[in-house]
Nanobody, 119 residues
Framework: VQLVESGGGLVQAGGSLRLSCAASGSIFSINAMGWYRQAPGKQRELVAAITSGGSTNYRDSVKGRFTISRANAKNTVYLQMNSLKPEDTAVYYC??????????????WGQGTQVTVSS
């Protein structure tokens, strides 16, 4: 299974970015998809997650500003980030949990995409 992320970049505070993560390969089903981030010197933290049924979960600091969504037919998850703040600056990683074709459960991480918010 391969994950390809896109959409990071540099933006001014108050701006918006949209991240995408597409999964491909021997996939039977995908359960949860999520976005994590890691700032320099800090631990990786969950930003938002979405289940196959569409239930979502957000960390408190991004509620009302970020929206996670998924396109099941494309095995793709998105993160729309609005009203960005300098403290949102981090490397953002996609995470996918599911089951492979003819194999057991899997969990994969994307390569990471840098999001930098200038003040």
């Amino acid at each position: 299974v391969q994950l390809v992320e896109s959409g990071g970049g540099l933006v001014q505070a108050g701006g918006s970015l949209r991240l995408s993560c597409a999964a491909s390969g021997s996939i039977f089903s995908i359960n949860a998809m999520g976005w994590y981030r890691q700032a320099p010197g800090k631990q990786r933290e969950l930003v938002a997650a979405i289940t196959s049924g569409g239930s979502t979960n957000y960390r408190d600091s991004v509620k009302g500003r970020f929206t996670i969504s998924r396109a099941n037919a494309k095995n793709t998850v998105y993160l729309q980030m609005n009203s960005l703040k300098p403290e949102d600056t981090a490397v953002y990683y996609c995470n996918v949990k599911g089951h492979g074709l003819g194999s057991g459960p899997f969990e994969y991480w994307g390569q990471g995409t840098q999001v930098t918010v200038s003040s």
